[in-house]
């Protein structure tokens, strides 16, 4: 991403002061494409990271940016809502040098050695090699707008400023102009978000910005050959119906790329640990859950695929199980109704797979769902999060003896868990299980797990095994979940959204 701070950072001191020690230091006047193209050939040799904090497309999305950066293009990034556009825009001003020198008192941030403006031109011819000039760290050289229905051309490019009119200036004085968005980031990076959404008549603006290079303000004479990179980002027009990319626009734009979702389960879960904030710890099988679950919404054919499912689903997932656990920790770890301190075991917030049932709820407003599927939302995302939860289930205990725990409920014993049942109480109704340690391992919590991870892990493995039919499950009144016997004989399970037997009768 780009660095972003309330106040510039400062300059060091040894940075020339004067044009005149500019020119001395042997600095040349670059456009910001050829600033890009450098750098990004430099990262290349040297084998620095090109655009860190991009998971996913390295092998697809980042070597078409590449190749339009390097060939000078302009570029649109076309693709689903939260498939990382913007931050893959933002990053590209990582790219730009770290600073920059500009003419002091500049509102277009105008290189010394190539002024644009008649105010400049003249500050330079009068004080030559003494005029002073200023310093742009690369933070300060991105802009971004929302492309939305009330923008308007003075936004973008400009208009009359009437309060230089007021002071005195005549109407043609090219000073009495109020520079937009796009001259302000003039030596910069400037981004449109949601290009479809700006109207067609403010499109037609950006028209000599991409091909001219110039702006035009009303009537004014006055041509300023801009230097900037133009990126746009833009949803696919058949699903947001809110608008289109003219054609002349989208003609000038040098390259369209296509973004998409992490292609398979491991860029999911990188880009989950990466983006997530996660106020507990939420063990690895877990995650994997989750990142089931988002691809199975992503792929459901009950979900508008228009519309897509952002990977911000899985990380707000991922985020609320954390929440859930740390609710469950700081509950329990107030005393006892018998006035016993908690105990200490109790106090660590680790989630479990039986977490993610509050997500159903709570997530749905980011799926956009098939017209016929209106009051079932909730019911077929319960029956995705089984799915996700029995295909971790088996990828990660495929082969492995788990006798042990379906004997923990033998002649009629139950084990109970539940969103506030704690570590302690759970594995205090468990004991001792053969092959505890072995399906521990396979979920990856290592040789000497916390009370909190075992606790999760256990859970893990009974709701699989009540998955795959080799348990029976109740949920009771107070929301506690009651594991225990062998559940009802194949064939006789629930039905499922369709009318056919449920997948989860058949998950074994």
Known sequence: ???????????????????????????????????????????????????????????????????????????????????GKTRLIRALGQLLDEWTPVIRGSELNEHPLHPLTPASRRAVTEAGDDLPIGWLHRSMRYGEKLATPDTSVGDL??????????????????????????????????????????????????????????????????????????????NPEDYTNRGRIITPLKDRFGAEIRTHYPIDLELELALIRQEATLVATVPEHVLEVLARFAR??????????????????????????????????????????????????????????????????????????????????????????????????????????LSGFTALVAEGAVVETGELVSASDLLGQVGTVPGLAKALGRLGLGDAPTPGEAAAGIEFVLEGLHLTRRLAKDVTDEGRTVYGGRSAEPGRGRRDLGGRPDRDDDWA
């Open 1 to 83: 991403m780009t660095e972003t701070s309330l106040v510039p950072p400062t300059p060091p001191a040894d940075l020339p002061g004067t044009l005149g020690e500019l020119r001395a230091a042997g600095y040349r006047y670059r456009t910001v494409k050829e600033e890009l193209r450098d750098n990004l050939l430099a990262r290349m040799r040297s084998g620095e990271p090109r655009f860190p904090g991009i998971v996913g497309y390295d092998d697809t999305v980042l070597p078409e940016v590449e190749r339009a950066l390097l060939a000078g293009h302009d570029l649109v990034l076309l693709g689903e809502r939260g498939q």
């Open 157 to 234: 490019i400009g208009d009359v400023d009437p309060i230089r009119i007021a002071q005195g200036r005549t109407l043609g004085d090219p000073e009495t102009i109020h520079f937009g968005l796009v001259p302000r980031t003039n030596r910069g990076i400037f981004a449109v978000n949601e290009l479809p959404d700006l109207a067609e008549r403010i499109q037609v603006a950006l028209l000599n910005v991409l091909e001219e290079r110039d702006i035009q303000v009303r009537g004014y004479q006055l041509r300023l050959p801009l230097d900037l990179l133009l990126v746009a980002s833009a």
């Open 296 to 401: 199975a919404v992503r792929e459901a054919p009950s979900v508008d695929p228009r519309s897509g499912v952002s990977a911000r689903f899985a990380i707000a997932a991922a985020e609320t199980v954390s929440a859930a656990a740390l609710r469950r920790a700081g509950l329990l770890s107030g005393a006892a109704a018998d006035g016993r301190p908690a105990n200490p075991v109790d106090i660590e917030p680790v989630a479990r797979v039986g977490d993610a049932v509050s997500v159903v709820s709570t997530l749905r407003g980011k799926v956009e769902f098939e017209s016929g599927e209106e009051g079932r939302e909730i019911e077929i995302l319960a029956h995705l999060l089984r799915t996700a939860t029995a295909d971790t289930f088996r990828a990660r205990m495929a082969g492995l003896d």
